[in-house]
């Protein structure tokens, strides 16, 4: 496994394998950009992770990949934080994402308080949002933010560390205005996803899709199944699917 240490090396990583986690490891299953640091698939975090040279890089070059704004991060489903090629953004969204016309029914009022500054202001620290926004409590302003971005609305659009630790918030659809905008049913979205994933693990057994994506797993084994029904995969067990050019 090839070694990435460069931002363009992260993104190309990325584009790859569809998706990502940052700082997971061999520990759990799916794609993750720690692991493409270390540069073998066995790799385990240590506990002092402050003094673990791979994670700081991998840390900087999240931080670097933000800023390039070529792939889609945020904290998407069930607080999942990953990063996401162009070409998977629309199947994400179209399981996960909150279009306009549903903002006043699935989003909360705080979020739609912030939600409507960002689209006055396009771009603001968390701070300044806190302020303009009214929702001046810290875990209430958490909590909205992680709903905005679980709707695929809002994603951070830089990290600064001076004078003091603030993210840069910004609309998802300014960065990524025709992925965003692009239609997608719902089942074609789930088997995308399913198709993706196999195609980089190979191979993946009970509860593994679910886990990685935060799909449901009724939905998880639906996308499984649609990969089974096209010749692309073979269920090997219940709930155990492999490629089908890779099963004997």
Known sequence: MRQVQTPAEAERYIEAVGFAACLT????????????????????MPR???????????????????????????????????????RMIPCFH?????????????????????????????????????EESGVKDRQAFTRAMDELQAAMIVVPSEVLYLPKFTYIWTLGVGRFPEALRRRMSRETAVREIARCFLKGAGMTHRGE?????????????????????????????PGVYGLQRLVP
């Not at 991998?58 to 090629?85: C, H, N, P, Q, S």
């Not at 009724?218 to 090997?236: D, F, K, S």
């Open 209 to 237: 899709l679910a886990r990685v994506t935060g799909l449901s797993r009724p939905e998880a084994g639906r996308g499984n199944r649609a990969l089974v029904a096209e010749r692309y995969a073979t269920m090997l067990s």
């Open 48 to 86: 002092n992770v402050q003094k673990d040279p791979e994670a700081s890089l991998t840390w900087r070059l999240k931080d670097e990949i933000l800023r390039r704004g070529k792939v889609y991060y945020a904290k998407l489903a069930r607080g999942k934080t990953m990063f996401l090629a162009a």
């Open 94 to 130: 179209a399981v996960w994402g909150v279009r306009r016309a549903e903002e006043a029914r699935r989003l909360s009022r705080n979020a739609r308080a912030m939600l409507k500054v960002l689209r006055k202001e396009w771009e603001m620290g968390s701070a300044d949002l806190r």
């Open 25 to 44: 490891d061999s520990r759990r299953p799916g794609p993750s950009l720690y692991i493409a640091v270390c540069g073998r698939r066995d790799a385990v």
